[in-house]
């Protein structure tokens, strides 16, 4: 099948790469030209495991092109998937100019008598698939009326395991209520699901309701545990405990019941958000979302006043090494990483800090410039300085060199926003041991 992929992001990139991947013929479009110089040359632009493989090798059997121009992408293709940024507007609500502005644009390039299914991939609130109809017949017309159905096809995929999350789905969510465009897209995704999991066909509204459902019901298990993790310090119980003592039941299942500091990346945040937002539209107040996003903001800073009760609450002039800037392991992707207001808490606090992420350094250093020193990796960060914070879980800070870290840090003293250690290795490594919703070693 011939299609277009219009934004060449964490989604895009893998969503085209992968179709490509399935024998599909492939244009990705994105209005960034040095990101499209760069992916035509055969650099990859993200940090995805697995994925540069796939791209070279579908961009060398040229199944994968990349371009500025729409046209030509959307001019022969089937499928015109949309890829596109929903970011949050000043209400926080999702801002649709660009996938409108794409749709003003596709109904200028739909021939009447073509036949074109238009997927909206990205997260955007109920309703927005009638608007993307709506726009394109505003631009094109009525004689493209019947030219083209609109589908919305919310994507799952976790970012640090996108590829095998688009390879073998949990389920494909499809809304639409065209039986053609329905052929179009069991065809597409047939080799994705050969195990049986499940395509969902179901009505357009209910399918963009389900993504910010699941989004917002995963941030919800966040915020929950990051609650029980206060109790647990409170109560002097061990959130560790608790977390396996529910997690074994499987109404509640293993997973999202690790307690930390905060969720972030592009999703949860700006999805919540636009949910509630969405709810008030309709005259509702989504409380518990509401709940979960003040819960979130403030276990972000959850460790802030131990750092400080710990230096007497005398923080300038220290220096203090971070671990781990990405929002979470496997990924380059910094947007609302938690790492990112603690290092502004601590730097408005009077404290220098030294991070290092192993793939998050380039995209932090245009951000944050020279307000933080660089460590070449994650023991060059820690000379002389007064504590260790750790804020991403990657898994090469899990089972580190404790000597080094000793003979590097001024002081034993780690704070631990990821829960990495044991509690009693660290008792018995003589390191002063600061953690979530677990007792403190001193
Ligand atoms: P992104 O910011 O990484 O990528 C968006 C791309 O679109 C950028 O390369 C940008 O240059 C390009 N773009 C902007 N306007 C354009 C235009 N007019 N024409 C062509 N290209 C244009 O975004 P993302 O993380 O890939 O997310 C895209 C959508 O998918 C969002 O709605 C997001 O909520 C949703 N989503 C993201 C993830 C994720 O893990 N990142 C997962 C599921 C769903």
Redesign the pocket.
């Known amino acids: 099948m011939k299609i277009a992929v219009?934004?060449?992001?964490?989604?895009?990139?893998v969503t085209g790469t992968c179709f490509a991947e399935t024998g599909n013929e492939v244009i990705c479009?994105?209005?960034?030209k040095s990101?499209v110089e760069r992916l035509s040359k055969g650099e990859i632009t993200?940090y995805e495991p697995g994925l540069e493989k796939l791209f070279l090798r579908n961009l060398k059997e040229e199944r994968l092109r990349f371009t500025t121009n729409?046209s030509e992408a959307v001019k022969d293709a089937l499928l015109v998937l949309l890829?596109?940024?929903?970011p949050p507007g000043e209400d926080g609500s999702?801002d649709l100019s660009?996938i409108l502005?794409?749709a003003a644009?596709l109904g200028k390039l739909i021939k009447p008598g073509d036949y074109k299914v238009v997927i909206d991939?990205?997260?955007?609130p109920v309703g927005t698939s009638a608007k993307v109809k709506n726009k394109i017949l505003e631009t094109g017309g009525k004689a493209v009326e019947g030219s083209f159905d609109v589908v919305s096809n919310?994507?799952?995929?976790?970012?640090g395991i996108?590829v095998e999350d688009f390879m073998k789905p949990d389920r494909v969510v499809i809304g639409t209520d065209s039986a053609r465009a329905r052929k179009v897209i069991d065809d597409l995704y047939a080799p994705f699901v050969r195990q049986g999991n499940p395509v969902i066909f179901m009505d357009e509204p209910s399918a963009e309701l389900t993504?910010y459902a699941a989004n917002s019901f995963l941030a919800t298990k966040i915020s929950f545990m990051n609650e029980i993790a206060i109790l647990c310090e409170r109560f002097g119980a061990d959130v560790d405990m608790v977390r396996r003592g529910i997690g074994s039941d499987s109404r509640i299942g293993k997973r999202f019941l690790f307690p930390g500091i905060g969720y972030g990346?592009?999703?949860f945040p700006?999805?919540v958000q636009a949910l509630v937002k969405s709810a008030n539209e309709v005259d509702y107040d989504f409380q518990i979302l509401n709940a979960v996003m003040k819960v979130n903001e403030a276990q972000k800073l959850h460790l802030m006043p131990a750092i400080s009760k710990y230096f007497n609450h005398q923080l300038k002039g220290m220096r203090i090494a971070i671990w781990g800037l990405a929002f979470k392991p496997n990924t380059d992707?910094i947007r609302e990483a938690p790492a990112f207001y603690m290092i502004d808490a601590l730097l408005k606090a009077g404290a220098t800090v030294c991070a290092f992420d192993p793939e998050a350094m380039h995209n932090t250093k245009a951000v944050l410039k020279d307000k933080i020193e660089y460590g070449e990796n994650q023991y060059a960060t820690l000379k002389d300085a007064d504590a260790l914070v750790i804020a991403t879980e990657w898994n090469e800070f899990r089972t580190p060199d404790f000597n080094k870290i000793a003979s590097n840090l001024k002081n034993k003293v780690i704070f631990d926003g990821r829960n990495l250690f044991d509690l009693t290795d660290m008792k018995e490594l003589g390191f002063y041991y600061v953690s979530v919703g677990r007792e403190t070693v001193n």
């Open positions: 219009i934004g060449t992001g964490y989604v895009g990139l479009v994105d209005i960034d990101k993200i729409l890829a596109l940024p929903t999702a660009y502005g794409v644009e991939k990205s997260t955007v919310p994507e799952f995929l976790r970012e996108a993504k990346g592009s999703c700006k999805d992707d």
